[in-house]
């Protein structure tokens, strides 16, 4: 499974960015986590391909994730940005026992 995200980048507190991840194959689980500077990898969200979505309690209500899944594709729209929302982050994919890892992209939360 390939994993190919894009759409970070430097935004000030209280704006928007959208996140997208395309994988190379139809995958049933697909979604977000995150790392910041000296901290563990933590959850942000996800969605199976029928549509049930789990979301880490930080980014309930800002942040929604959702699916295009004729282009098994994963998105990401965050809103109301704070700075310690400020990480690298990388798609996630689960599939068949196995966790996939995109190569992770940066998003700035910074005046």
């Known amino acids: 499974v390939q994993l190919q995200a894009s759409g970070g980048g430097l935004v000030q507190p209280g704006g928007s960015l959208r996140l997208s991840c395309a994988a190379s194959?139809?995958?049933?689980?697909m979604g977000w986590y995150r790392q910041a500077p000296g901290k563990q990898r933590e959850l942000v969200a996800t969605?199976?391909?029928?549509?049930?979505?789990n979301y880490a309690d930080s980014v309930k209500g800002r942040f929604t994730i959702s699916r295009d899944n004729a282009k098994n594709t994963v998105f990401l729209q965050m809103n109301s940005l704070k700075p310690e929302d400020t990480a690298v982050y990388y798609c996630y994919a689960f599939f068949q026992l196995t966790s996939y890892w995109g190569q992770g992209t940066l998003v700035t939360v910074s005046s």
């Open positions: 194959q139809s995958i049933f689980n």
């Open positions: 969605m199976t391909r029928i549509g049930s979505a």
